[in-house]
């Protein structure tokens, strides 16, 4: 019986899951520090604080509308993430 046990815990443990943040599937092993790449903030579409920059807008884009990430500045919404961390599941909540 706690052979059975035993088993039951390596196939938990195995079980894939999907991350809410960067929604690549991973296992309990193959979770890292450096695993998941993710933006901590929203991409907006707003007027950006430093104004200095240059960003490019749309032909339909209010003159003072900038679309970027809040957190990195990144301007293109397929941008890899700035963050690095562990993946969180959408079971862990």
């Known amino acids: ?25 991973y296992t309990s092993q193959s979770n890292t ?17 430093d104004q200095k920059r240059y960003y490019e807008l ?9 679309k970027f990430y809040d957190c990195c500045g990144a301007e293109d919404p397929a941008a890899s993430g700035c963050t690095t961390s562990f993946h969180v599941s959408y079971d862990d909540d």
């Open 58 to 66: 749309g032909p339909d884009d209010p003159p003072y509308a900038a």
């Open 1 to 25: 019986m706690e052979n059975g046990k035993v088993k039951e815990k390596e196939n938990e443990q195995e079980t894939e899951k999907l991350c809410k943040r960067c929604y690549q599937t």
């Open 33 to 49: 520090s450096s695993s998941c790449r993710f933006h901590p903030s929203f991409f907006v579409c707003r007027r950006h604080d």
